[in-house]
Each structure stands twice: as structure tokens, then as C-alpha cells.
């Protein structure tokens, strides 16, 4: 199951001679993470409240 709150990264390994090193690199994510929308959500519902 894939956690939707983890920056999805691609894994490539390189062989070097006998070294091996394995490189990460991240994926754009197309959508919020769940954690920013619940943040956004808050600092909206804030703003809101503090101008009724």
C-alpha cells in the first residue's frame, strides 16, 4: 500500500566497477498530500473565523 503523505521517488542503481551505488530521485507529485489539503483546510477555516 502506497502512503500518500511520502514523496514518491524513482531508485537507479549504477555499477561502477565492483562499486554499486543506488541514486534516489523524486517524482512531481500531480496531487496535494493529504497532510497540505488538511493544512490548507485549517488555515482557510482561520481565516474565516477571524473575519465573521
Avoid: C, K, N
Amino acid at each position: 500500500m502506497l502512503d500518500p503523505d511520502v514523496v514518491p521517488a524513482l531508485a537507479f542503481h549504477v555499477v561502477d566497477g565492483h562499486r554499486l551505488t543506488t541514486h534516489y530521485r523524486v517524482v512531481p507529485r500531480l496531487t496535494t498530500p493529504r497532510s497540505d489539503t488538511a493544512r490548507i483546510r485549517s488555515q482557510v477555516e482561520l481565516g474565516a473565523e477571524r473575519t465573521a
